[in-house]
């Protein structure tokens, strides 16, 4: 089988540094997704990992694992309008996306 | 460029009645999707298209059906409404099928079965 997880809820103070992970098993593995989601709205493409290492793009980056079933979203410098849920996604061996619950992610001042 | 649009925003239903959630988008991309969003859950893919004329069953097609007839529109119908589908539907679509494609997102339909 396949399945995603994320922790639930993380903290972060404006202008830190905060680490979002995403462990997953699957039988067969095609690439990994990061989404950002603002509550009430739809969710938005951040990233996408299918070799092994560091993605950066800005402020995110994002690093896969292969062989630990492991990935990470690295967001620098946060600001207030990074307060989101983050989704991690899995494109596992049917080619469908099997989703993690995400992870809301509160910026205090 | 409107994007993805979905009808309507929100909706509540008595159990029982037959509903058809639009989806629309004016990209010209290949495959569309739909999701359910519950909360405390991922995502989950109901149906799919990968390309105009073929649909596909996710992991939770029951009680819902799909069409797609042209490129631009996606209806997902559900036959007789349940409480149980009470949640959020987005509706997706990537230029490419197989899933390695970024999905772009409509802004959902709230739906409430009662």
């Known amino acids: 089988g396949q399945n995603i997880d994320q922790p639930t809820e993380m903290t972060a103070t404006e202008g830190a540094i905060v680490q979002i992970n995403c462990t997953y098993q699957?039988?067969?593995?095609?690439?990994l997704f990061w989404y950002q989601q603002h509550a009430g709205e739809a969710p938005t493409f951040l990233s996408y990992?299918?070799l092994d290492g560091l993605e950066e793009k800005g402020r995110f980056s994002s690093f896969l694992s292969r062989s630990k079933g492991y990935s990470y979203l690295l967001l620098k410098e946060l600001q207030m309008k990074d307060s989101a849920s983050y989704l991690c996604?899995?494109?596992?061996?049917?080619?469908?996306?099997?989703w993690g619950a995400g992870t809301k992610l509160i910026i205090k001042p | 460029i409107a994007g993805i649009t979905q009808a309507p925003t929100s909706q509540i239903l008595a159990a029982g009645r037959r509903m058809t959630l639009r989806c629309t988008q004016d990209?010209?991309?290949?495959?569309m999707y739909w999701y359910r969003q519950d909360l405390g859950l991922g995502l989950r893919l109901i149906h799919y298209?990968?390309?105009?004329?073929?649909?596909g069953k996710g992991e939770v097609p029951d009680g819902y059906s799909v069409s797609r007839a042209n490129t631009d529109d996606f209806p997902l119908t559900l036959a007789s409404a349940v409480p149980s589908q009470t949640s959020v539907y987005f509706c997706?679509?990537?230029?490419?099928?197989?899933?390695?494609?970024?999905?772009?997102f409509g802004p959902g339909t709230r739906l409430t079965v009662l």
């Open positions: 298209s990968n390309t105009a004329g073929t649909t």
């Open positions: 990209m010209r991309h290949n495959a």
């Open positions: 997706a679509s990537s230029v490419l099928a197989g899933g390695t494609d970024t999905q772009y």
């Open positions: 699957t039988s067969g593995f095609n690439g």
């Open positions: 990992n299918v």
């Open positions: 996604a899995l494109l596992g061996s049917n080619y469908q996306l099997i």
